[in-house]
């Protein structure tokens, strides 16, 4: 079975630009979380979507949005890049709301 | 109190050593406390699991410790490989799944 999967891999943007990030879980899972890692950090949470609804929100400026689609797959958006939203950005699946959360391999973004 | 404070935050450890990592936490209403393992440039894994009804979980090489009167909880890696090279983090959550992480440990295994 295919595990999470995100895209794209890396990603260059500019100070200013906005950026979507993909994400498609593990089958069968409903529940998706957004985390951003700065490097030498561990994950901060940013989203968790449940069931196409917003379950739970971290401490993020209202540049970061989520959604989640009817398929479970969930978008993260960043708007009005900074310099300090470069980090790894990791996408997590679990069946329920609250359960085991498995990450896909990250998108890369760096902002220029 | 939402705080997971992880140390230590290197470690080198011969092969077939024991790896052990420790973790606090504050918040009572933590009630599920994992272990992942990252590696460069990857997501992290899920290595192993607990609640806190249990004292002591065992998987293969992995053992997580859990002390619930001291708010402590640890992992320890016997017959450490060089494959187990790595960044470890634990993590704790409440019953709505957001998981906080502790800031990572980069273990060493010297052959």
């Known amino acids: 079975d295919a595990g999470v999967t995100q895209s794209p891999t890396h990603l260059i943007k500019t100070r200013g630009q906005h950026v979507t990030l993909r994400c498609s879980p593990i089958?069968?899972?409903?529940?998706v979380s957004w985390y951003q890692q700065v490097l030498g950090q561990g994950p901060q949470f940013i989203f968790q979507?449940?069931?196409?609804?917003?379950?739970g929100r971290g401490n993020f400026p209202d540049r970061f949005s989520a959604r989640q689609f009817p398929n479970y797959s969930s978008e993260l958006n960043v708007n009005a890049l900074l310099l300090g939203d470069s980090a790894l950005y990791l996408c997590?699946?679990?069946?329920?709301?609250?359960?085991?959360?498995?990450f896909g391999p990250g998108t890369r973004l760096t902002v220029t | 109190q939402q705080q997971v404070k992880q140390s230590p935050q290197s470690l080198i450890v011969q092969k077939g050593g024991i790896s052990i990592i420790n973790c606090a936490y504050e918040?009572?209403?933590?009630?599920?406390f994992p272990w992942y393992q990252q590696f460069p440039g990857k997501g992290p894994a899920l290595l192993i699991a607990?609640?806190?009804?249990?004292s002591e979980k065992k998987e293969g090489r992995f053992t997580i410790s859990f002390n619930k009167s001291a708010k402590q909880f640890s992992l320890h890696i016997m017959d450490s490989q060089p494959g187990d090279s790595a960044t470890y983090f634990c993590?704790?959550?409440?019953?709505?799944?957001?998981?906080?992480f502790g800031q990572g440990t980069e273990l060493s295994v010297k052959p």
């Open positions: 979507y449940y069931e196409k609804e917003e379950r």
């Open positions: 089958s069968g899972h409903k529940s």
């Open positions: 607990i609640r806190p009804d249990v």
């Open positions: 993590a704790a959550s409440t019953k709505g799944g957001k998981l906080i």
């Open positions: 997590a699946s679990s069946m329920r709301s609250a359960g085991e959360q498995y």
């Open positions: 918040n009572t209403a933590f009630d599920y």
